[in-house]
């Protein structure tokens, strides 16, 4: 092997300590934007920036764990909240998407208070939301509402993102919707020993970690601040770790971005925004 050959970052370490910046890294996103949140847009971005981090760690504890088809299903959730977040940002419909989301939620909590064999056991916490909440849903429930969640695929190609679709989203739904072979790996993971391990292929981390900063740059991109260049530097930096993992600029760039941080401000109200 050259001295110039690339591997990619395969082992529980490496992936472990990639993450375990990205975590802090967004963490500081979050508290930065917050600071000059200028309304719902930036509070879905937010929360689509949060959930996706945190599955992001979903998947990796789980295929630590030896369960490759879980992190898989896992991994098909993460794309579908990046496409939305995409789409979202491309249809200018976030106050859609929330009234979409509110009345959503509110029928479903409607229908599991007016089940005779379920009232009862709901917690009185959910009956005071539903009320609190009822005089909202009077006032939406009589709109037309036109918002539909996107299409994965359609998504994909307006990124001119396609294989995240092909070999990521609709393979994934392989894992999703039960197949012949499904438990095969499980059967021999549950009959052998308890010290048996084996540790499955790494591609469904480094592709969650890569979706991972593809959604941050979106939610950078579509917030209403603007960022300094460190911020997307460490980004980029990042997924050229997943191709190469001697490539560690990114440890560098979050060790600057760490100790800067919150004396100094990473981001600033848009003037156009």
């Known amino acids: 092997m050259s001295q110039n050959s690339h591997s990619l970052p395969s082992d529980v370490e490496s992936l472990s300590q990639a993450l375990q910046i990205l975590k802090p890294y967004c963490g500081i996103i979050l508290l930065s934007l917050a600071k000059y949140s200028r309304g719902l847009s930036d509070k879905i971005i937010e929360n689509f920036l949060a959930r996706g981090m945190t599955c992001t760690e979903s998947i990796f504890l789980v295929w630590r764990k030896g369960n490759e088809d879980d992190a898989w299903i896992l991994h098909r959730s993460l794309l579908d909240r990046l496409f939305h977040l995409h789409n979202l940002v491309e249809q200018n419909s976030f106050s859609d998407f929330e009234e979409f989301s509110f009345l959503k939620m509110y029928k479903a909590r409607q229908k599991l208070l007016s089940d005779e064999e379920m009232r009862d056991k709901v917690p009185a916490s959910?009956?005071?939301?539903?009320?609190?909440?009822?005089?909202?849903?009077?006032?939406?429930?009589?709109?037309?509402?036109?918002?539909?969640?996107?299409?994965?695929?359609?998504?994909?190609?307006?990124?001119?993102?396609?294989?995240?679709?092909?070999?990521?989203y609709d393979l994934a739904s392989t894992k999703v919707h039960p197949m012949?072979?499904?438990?095969?790996?499980?059967?021999?993971?549950?009959?052998?020993?308890?010290n048996y391990k084996s540790l499955p292929d790494a591609t469904v981390v480094r592709n969650s970690i890569l979706v991972q900063s593809i959604l941050i740059q979106e939610a950078l991109n579509a917030s209403s601040v603007q960022w300094r260049t460190i911020i997307y530097d460490f980004i980029d930096q990042l997924q050229k770790f997943l191709k190469d993992d001697k490539n560690l600029k990114f440890r560098e760039t979050f060790y600057k971005i760490g100790n800067a941080w919150p004396a100094v401000d990473f981001c600033e109200p848009r003037p156009d925004k």
């Open 180 to 194: 012949a072979q499904d438990g095969e790996i499980d059967f021999v993971r549950l009959t052998s020993p308890t």
């Open 126 to 168: 959910l009956r005071q939301l539903q009320e609190s909440q009822k005089a909202r849903y009077k006032q939406l429930v009589g709109k037309t509402h036109t918002w539909r969640r996107p299409k994965a695929e359609d998504v994909a190609k307006s990124m001119d993102l396609s294989f995240l679709y092909s070999y990521g």
